[in-house]
């Protein structure tokens, strides 16, 4: 395999959504890619077992098309290492994630451990939602909240089965869900017209965009019935390297249960580049932006997305932690 990292695509939802139609249809849609394939459970709804060809372990099936699948039976790290040192050739990692997870902890591995950063580059996350049921699930599952927060696209799925009424109530679900992940409309999972993979909405600049688009929606921001928020704090003083480190760190352990994403863009005292932040639950990465310039002026901005945010608490302790 070459060392050009790999990219990683997620697939969220919730059961039934048709997360295992879409993987069908990008095997399909992108003949260029050669796929790796990581499925969180192998059930009655797995992968299209007409495309199995071979196995060559208990662990790594052969597609028809020569991708690869995998199951997460083990630990993430254990089975993309198993992946990298296999003879397969691949050049995309598409993980399926179980119906009824949270995917924080699988987007945290490519945020935070930096053995599984230096081979792969998170690329973004895809949340299908079945337009149908979307509203009775959100009742009755808080984890599809936290699938539909951490999405960078969310398929708005089955529309065929509501009616134009039904579309637009959901429509405003899932923008009360996320504000700022690009809504797809589709049926029986199939994109057309837009691409979903290489998108690469983890990198820096991309950070950069999606916070300045926050920015402009906060004028028109609404709070909503399931508890999903997102806060941008802005602060014009630098702040203290070590002071925020250390706060961050002890806020995510504290709040990890209601914190799902945290991205900003930081002023520190002392240091010349802006340093880009990113955390999904209690992992951490921080990146070196492009310096600032001469008569440019600095700002720090840092949205959190969370549940039920402590907005005036939160921003008591920010300001503290300035240099």
Same mark, same amino acid.
């Given at each position: 395999?070459?060392?050009?990292?790999?990219?990683?695509?997620?697939?969220?939802?919730?059961?039934?959504?048709?997360?295992?139609?879409?993987?069908?249809?990008?095997?399909?849609?992108?003949?260029?890619?050669?796929?790796?394939?990581?499925?969180?459970?192998?059930?009655?709804?797995?992968?299209?077992?007409?495309?199995?060809?071979?196995?060559?372990?208990?662990?790594?099936?052969?597609?028809?098309?020569?991708?690869?699948?995998?199951?997460?039976?083990?630990?993430?790290?254990?089975?993309?290492?198993?992946?990298?040192?296999?003879?397969?050739?691949?050049?995309?990692?598409?993980?399926?994630?179980?119906?009824?997870?949270?995917?924080?902890?699988?987007?945290?591995?490519?945020?935070?451990?930096?053995?599984?950063? &230096?081979?792969? /580059?998170?690329? %973004? #996350? +895809?949340? $299908? =939602?079945? !337009?149908? *049921?979307?509203?009775?699930?959100?009742? @009755?599952?808080?984890?599809?909240?936290?699938?539909?927060?951490?999405?960078?696209?969310?398929?708005?799925?089955?529309?065929?089965?509501? &009616?134009?009424? /039904?579309?637009? %109530? #959901? +429509?405003? $679900? =899932?923008? !009360?869900? *996320?504000?700022?992940?690009?809504?797809? @409309?589709?049926?029986?999972?199939?994109?057309?017209?837009?691409?979903?993979?290489?998108?690469?909405?983890?990198?820096?600049?991309?950070?950069?965009?999606?916070?300045?688009?926050?920015? +402009?929606?906060?004028?028109? !921001?609404?709070?909503?019935?399931?508890?999903?928020?997102?806060?941008?704090?802005?602060?014009?003083?630098?702040?203290?390297?070590?002071?925020?480190?250390?706060?961050?760190?002890?806020?995510?352990?504290?709040?990890?249960?209601?914190?799902?994403?945290?991205?900003?863009?930081?002023?520190?005292?002392?240091?010349?580049?802006?340093?880009?932040?990113?955390?999904?639950?209690?992992?951490?990465?921080?990146?070196?932006?492009?310096?600032?310039?001469?008569?440019?002026?600095?700002?720090?901005?840092?949205?959190?997305?969370?549940?039920?945010?402590?907005?005036?608490?939160?921003?008591?302790?920010?300001?503290?932690?300035?240099?």
């Amino acid at each position: 395999m070459n060392m050009k990292k790999i990219p990683v695509t997620v697939i969220t939802g919730f059961l039934g959504a048709g997360k295992t139609s879409l993987l069908n249809h990008l095997i399909a849609d992108y003949p260029d890619k050669k796929f790796a394939i990581i499925e969180n459970e192998f059930g009655e709804e797995n992968i299209d077992s007409s495309l199995v060809e071979n196995i060559q372990s208990e662990d790594i099936f052969e597609l028809s098309n020569g991708c690869i699948c995998c199951n997460l039976n083990q630990e993430l790290f254990v089975v993309l290492q198993k992946l990298v040192e296999s003879k397969h050739d691949f050049n995309h990692l598409l993980i399926e994630t179980t119906g009824i997870a949270d995917p924080g902890s699988i987007l945290a591995s490519f945020i935070s451990d930096p053995i599984v950063k &230096n081979q792969f /580059d998170l690329d %973004s #996350v +895809i949340c $299908l =939602v079945d !337009a149908k *049921n979307a509203n009775s699930d959100l009742h @009755k599952e808080e984890v599809l909240s936290k699938q539909m927060a951490v999405a960078d696209v969310i398929l708005l799925n089955k529309l065929d089965l509501v &009616n134009k009424q /039904d579309e637009e %109530s #959901v +429509i405003k $679900l =899932v923008n !009360a869900q *996320n504000q700022h992940a690009e809504i797809v @409309k589709c049926e029986f999972s199939k994109v057309d017209n837009i691409n979903l993979l290489d998108r690469f909405s983890y990198k820096p600049n991309n950070v950069f965009q999606y916070i300045l688009g926050l920015e +402009i929606k906060q004028n028109h !921001a609404s709070e909503n019935t399931h508890g999903i928020q997102n806060m941008l704090f802005k602060c014009h003083e630098p702040l203290d390297q070590m002071k925020i480190g250390m706060w961050l760190d002890a806020f995510l352990q504290f709040n990890q249960d209601t914190i799902f994403r945290v991205k900003g863009i930081l002023n520190l005292a002392g240091v010349d580049n802006r340093i880009i932040l990113q955390s999904v639950h209690t992992q951490i990465q921080a990146t070196v932006g492009k310096a600032w310039e001469k008569d440019e002026k600095r700002e720090s901005k840092i949205v959190i997305i969370g549940k039920s945010l402590n907005k005036e608490v939160i921003e008591k302790n920010f300001l503290e932690l300035k240099a």
